[in-house]
């Protein structure tokens, strides 16, 4: 199904998080931008996951990665649209406090998003 490339790439994100409680996970998200960056930055497909303690994010090419603590994220929306990007379905929006103390916010289109928003919404009631 995946180019070897990608499907190397997923299988060292695993292989990262094996001894982690991996709550939910999508191999093939689609990231739309972190919305501090702006507009023109960085978009493609990885690997979302989420444990109890973070929120992941490992694209496949270029290999970069960041992560949200679980403790910043603010809230969860499904907007259709993310800094003028849209797959004309709803998306996964994060908005969190990133590490300079500012409001931020992410968005991927996932497989199953209502999951998604059930494992979040429960651990920022848990962190509140």
Do not use: C, Q
């Not at 199953?112 to 651990?123: G, M, P």
């Amino acid at each position: 199904m995946f180019h070897k490339l990608f499907r190397r790439r997923i299988n060292k994100i695993h292989e990262k998080y094996k001894n982690e409680k991996i709550l939910i996970i999508d191999d093939i998200s689609n990231f739309f931008g972190l919305e501090s960056l702006g507009v023109w930055k960085i978009r493609g497909n990885g690997v979302l996951l989420l444990t109890e303690e973070e929120l992941f994010f490992g694209m496949w090419k270029p290999e970069k990665e960041f992560s949200i603590p679980v403790s910043s994220i603010i809230e969860i929306t499904n907007p259709k649209t993310h800094m003028h990007r849209s797959v004309n379905r709803p998306l996964l929006k994060v908005t969190f406090k990133n590490k300079k103390g500012e409001i931020d916010s992410a968005a991927w289109f996932v497989r199953e998003l209502e999951k998604w928003n059930e494992f979040l919404n429960e651990l920022i009631l848990e962190n509140k």
